[in-house]
């Protein structure tokens, strides 16, 4: 036997394994870098975040991967030699992430790596009977796996596709695992560039739980910030504060066929971009208002998407417990204008329930590997969109 799937197989068999979660998401401010100690598997995992820091990117490194990022044509040169540089860039990350912690490579049993998306490209979008869903996300996991020394599980979203689904969002199967209560319904809300939840039903019947994403969380005003006030975001929500909201705007902005597909959907910043507000200021004749109240507007628009979707599942008078994470939840305006939205909603974080909510994509990741590794696909029934699989590709240090 090749003596690195003996050391795969032992490390599988150890009663507590260390796993690196890895999560770039489409807002590119840098990598999630979350250490976890995990037992046992399905219902009986268990996990303790060890470390967690977020590896910053340069400008100039963001700079690349927005080159070939959400665009129907790039440089397919830049795309082949970007699936490598951002492996090598991560792998730097976790080795001076475990230095700075004070851990050898060697303590640590298996990274799981998310990769950075590049096109997500589910039919609602394309709309070609001839082509299937498909989704693209780089940054190889054989590199980062010899450059780390540490065996990686990589490319998760293709299993989810090849088994029917569309590649995402794949919180539901995580957030089964790690946050489903006896007797409690929860929904998992997590407010990154595109907002999702997921459903947890108190009976724990996996049959009935579901996840989807909603619409854009994040992404508009991030992109609308960096276009128009050289700010990477909105902090604190200062500038969409400053303005007011334009009914005029909103409307258009909620007039989209995705908005009328029922659930579980996903979509991604290939629809939700600045052409996307372009055309919807141009239908509304609202292209001369000031950029403040844009700002206020894209926040609103976020809000209602994702409280409508909650009323679309729970009823027009939603008392759900909503548990929030991503980096949305930072944002007051948007926070403070769900709670107007659902009123007899509880909403807390998953800091509640012992995961710190910034860190929370990372480890999923960690949880969906350690499902790979260990466990077995969760039954969740014949339901589209939600397919009963482990998911992750295994790369070999050697």
């Given amino acids: 036997m090749n ?5 795969l197989y032992t ?14 998401g489409t807002s590119m401010d840098g990598l999630d870098i979350a250490l976890c100690e995990v037992s046992g598997n399905g219902a009986d995992t268990s996990i303790q975040i060890l470390a967690f820091k977020t590896g910053e990117y340069t400008d100039d490194f963001r700079s690349k991967i927005k080159a070939v990022f959400s665009k129907k044509q790039v440089d397919l040169e830049l ?9 090598n860039t991560h792998a730097e990350l976790i080795n001076a992430a475990l230095k700075e912690w004070d851990y050898k490579n060697e303590d640590v049993d298996f990274i799981a790596s998310h990769g950075q998306t590049i096109f997500h490209a589910p039919k609602s979008l394309h709309k070609l009977n001839d082509y299937p869903n498909g989704t693209l996300q780089i940054g190889d996991g054989d590199h980062i796996a010899v450059k780390t020394g540490i065996i990686t599980l990589s490319d ?9 689904g569309e590649g995402a969002p794949l919180a539901v199967y995580g957030d089964y695992l790690m946050f489903s209560k006896k007797n409690e319904d929860r929904v998992m809300l997590n407010i990154g560039g595109i907002a999702n939840f997921t459903y947890l039903p108190g009976n724990l019947d996996a049959s009935e739980i579901f996840s989807t994403d909603v619409g854009p969380g994040n992404t508009l005003m991030d992109q609308f ?3 128009h006030f050289n700010q990477f975001y909105d902090k604190n929500a200062q500038v969409a504060k400053s303005g007011s909201l334009n009914d005029e705007l909103l409307a258009a902005l909620l007039k989209c066929d995705f908005f009328e597909i029922g659930f579980p959907k996903t979509t991604g910043p290939e629809l939700f971009n600045l052409d996307y507000l372009r055309n919807a200021q141009k ?3 609202t292209e001369n208002i000031n950029a403040e109240d844009v700002m206020a507007t894209l926040c609103h628009f976020s809000a209602n998407t994702i409280s409508n979707a909650i009323k679309k599942c729970f009823g027009i008078d939603a008392k759900a417990q909503i548990f929030m994470s991503g980096g949305g939840m930072h944002n ?3 926070v403070e204008l769900l709670k107007n939205n659902l009123p007899n ?12 909510p910034d860190a929370k994509e990372a480890v999923l990741f960690a949880v969906l590997a350690n499902e790979t590794l260990c466990g077995k696909p969760i039954n969740f029934g014949n339901r589209q969109g939600v397919p009963s699989v482990c998911m992750g590709k295994i790369s070999l240090p050697e």
Avoid: W, Y
Wanted: aromatic fraction near 4%.
């Fill in 3 to 7: 003596i690195q799937i003996q050391n």
């Fill in 11 to 24: 490390k599988a068999q150890k009663e507590h394994r260390l796993i690196i979660g890895l999560m770039s």
């Fill in 79 to 87: 795309v082949c030699l970007m699936n490598e540089h951002i492996a």
């Fill in 156 to 164: 998760f979203r293709q299993k989810h596709l090849a088994a029917g």
């Fill in 225 to 227: 910030m960096q276009q």
């Fill in 283 to 285: 239908r509304s004749l």
């Fill in 332 to 334: 007051p305006l948007l």
């Fill in 345 to 356: 909603s509880n909403f807390l974080t998953t800091d509640d329930l012992g995961i710190n």
